[in-house]
């Protein structure tokens, strides 16, 4: 970030939640609902999740955690951040393309992730070029920006881990054969969560996720940024 303390990156970090909450999460899981209505299935249109509107895809826990995580990776400095708004209901009998269009639906929201991380990237960028981050004012809105480009970064990525219930699963589960998916896909969809927690949580610090995602989300972040 830009020449910033302890405290200031943690008001940052809890600005850019709070415009995540506003903007991220309702793209994310309209990406979905739209992506998913296009391809036959109004599930989500029936349920009022055909929207922009924040309040109709707000999950507290989710929230909290993304929250939680920003304040623990300004004080850590590290940019790993996770939460989740409420998902969107599909019904992937009425998708056309079967397994295909669950694949198309699945990959809509972190896609969405990655296309809002390269907008901010851009404005970061152009913010920079511009030497626009001369005040307190436009200095802040770059630095909420940056923690804005970040958690993007991180949900695009870890979305598109292929194990259940993250949206990766599914487009996994596309390019399988019938027959290994039926195998295979219940004890993922029973066991996945715990195996995500053990797999990329456990033990705290030395985790695979930190030691092969967070490398990865750097990768990015400064792709994007140019910092």
């Known amino acids: 970030m830009l020449g910033i303390t302890l405290d200031e990156k943690t008001v940052y970090a809890l600005a850019a939640v709070a415009i ?12 979905h609902a739209w992506t998913a209505n296009r391809l036959g299935d109004g599930t989500a ?9 924040p309040a109709v895809h707000f999950d507290p826990l989710g929230a909290a955690i993304l929250a939680l995580s920003a304040l623990f990776g300004a004080a850590s400095g590290r ?13 992937p009998v009425n998708l056309r393309g079967g397994r295909t269009g669950e694949a198309w639906v699945a990959a809509a929201g972190p896609a969405s ?4 991380a390269a907008i901010a990237g851009v404005v970061v960028r152009l913010m920079l070029a ?8 436009t200095r802040f809105v770059a630095n909420v920006t940056l923690y804005f480009v970040v958690i993007n970064v991180a949900l695009f990525i870890f979305n598109f881990i292929p194990i259940p219930p993250l949206d990766g ?3 996994l589960f596309a390019f399988m054969d019938r027959r290994t998916e039926y195998q295979i896909r219940p004890i993922l969809e029973q066991y996945g969560f715990f195996i995500l927690i053990i797999v990329f949580f456990l033990p ?16 990015f972040y400064s792709f994007l940024v140019g910092v």
């Open 45 to 53: 249109r029936l349920f009022g999740r055909l929207s922009l509107n």
């Open 169 to 171: 699963s599914k487009v």
């Open 20 to 31: 995540f909450l506003l903007v991220g999460f309702p793209v994310h899981e309209f990406a």
């Open 130 to 137: 511009t030497d626009f981050v001369s005040s307190d004012l």
């Open 113 to 116: 992730n990655l296309a809002m």
């Open 204 to 219: 705290p610090g030395n985790s695979l996720g930190s030691r092969v995602l967070l490398p990865i989300i750097d990768g």
């Open 79 to 91: 940019g790993f951040f996770i939460g989740w708004a409420k998902p969107t209901p599909v019904n």
